[in-house]
């Protein structure tokens, strides 16, 4: 039990995400078929965009929103934004780009339904 008390939560979210971009990397490069690579690329983009979060969220920070009565308080750490605006972006960018993908796979699956990478690269060179 005192292994477990040991283990930080933050520490198993850590391990999770990595396992997560790891798990897409395989799928990435073992997988034949066009359509289970790009599930494998969102895969990985989202565990590290998941993973920037989590290192992100520290506690202690407030973020830099402040109302009618907030006042500017000493001494305590305010988030920076602007990892908040890139992370935002890149899920953006993510999403395009796996829609462009998958709008390409789709028109590569009328001429090969199989869709496996070393027939279409046959067919190419045909």
Known sequence: MAILDAIDGFRVMEALLLLTVFTGLVGLLLRRSLFLKVMGMDVMGTGVIAFFVLVAARSGFRTPILDGTDAVLGG???ADPIPQAVILTAVVIGLSIQALLL??????ASVDPSLDGSQLDQLGRD
Do not use: F, K
């Open 76 to 78: 305590q750490g305010w």
């Open 103 to 108: 709008v390409a796979i789709t028109r590569l």
